[in-house]
């Protein structure tokens, strides 16, 4: 079946660097969804990318899906205390439902 | 309402006992997602209805676990025989079509003891 990975598991940062997460399918996806879950919360949307080599941008996040649509990844640059939290990819077969991947929890150090 | 509504928000039960967690979706979604999370885990997928039918069950882990959705609006996710292994985080999200955005609740914490 369709399985979701996401390295790394957890990103520690100095606040003002820049980070990459990074999103993997062993399937090729219909769409790729991008959640954030701050401590004792629920996910949160963030983005949906549909094109293949898609890339949209909110502010200080940048998302990339692959030219496969098979992979993704969320780059941050500048980083803030706000921007702690877990971050999910969620891959979406042709079949509907959606796959979460681990998450990259990422600590940002002031 | 204006979101996806979970009840309760915490659910203590003792081994053995059945549990029910209900989900109120956004109206006129047609799309419900049940999800389950554990401590430091990603949502691990249960269920998924299209309407009143379930879509894709293949996440359920056993026969303990059973998800209804009568009207197309509600959802119910019964747990018999609860196991201390079943203690996590249930979720629901509804979207509004198979490419939509979901949007989740805030979830059931499910404590078996």
């Known amino acids: 079946g369709q399985q979701v990975m996401q390295i790394p598991q957890y990103q520690h940062v100095q606040e003002g660097e820049d980070f990459t997460t990074y999103c993997n399918s062993s399937?090729?996806?219909?769409?790729i969804q991008w959640y954030k879950q701050r401590p004792g919360g629920h996910p949160v949307f963030l983005i949906q990318?549909?094109?293949?080599?898609e890339v949209k941008k909110q502010k200080r996040l940048t998302f990339q899906f692959g030219e496969a649509k098979k992979n993704s990844s969320l780059h941050i640059t500048a980083t803030q205390t706000t921007d702690v939290g877990t971050y999910f990819c969620?891959?979406?077969?042709?079949?509907?439902?959606?796959?979460f991947g681990a998450g990259t929890q990422v600590v940002v150090t002031p | 309402g204006a979101g996806v509504s979970q009840t309760p928000s915490n659910k203590v039960t003792e081994k053995g006992k059945y549990v029910e967690l209900r989900c109120d979706p956004i109206?006129?979604?047609?799309?419900l997602y049940w999800y389950r999370q554990s401590l430091g885990q990603g949502p691990e997928f249960l269920i998924y209805?299209?309407?009143?039918?379930?879509?894709?069950d293949s996440g359920l882990p056993n026969d303990r676990f059973f998800a209804v959705r009568p009207e197309g609006s509600v959802s119910t996710l019964k747990i018999q025989r609860t196991e201390r292994g079943d203690s996590a985080v249930y979720l629901c999200?509804?979207?509004?079509?198979?490419?939509?955005?979901?949007?989740f609740g805030q979830g059931t914490r499910l404590t078996v003891v």
């Open positions: 999200a509804s979207s509004g079509g198979t490419e939509g955005r979901a949007f």
């Open positions: 209805f299209q309407g009143t039918g379930a879509a894709d």
């Open positions: 990318l549909v094109k293949s080599g």
């Open positions: 109206s006129g979604h047609t799309a």
């Open positions: 399937t090729t996806l219909s769409n």
């Open positions: 969620a891959g979406r077969g042709s079949w509907g439902k959606f796959q």
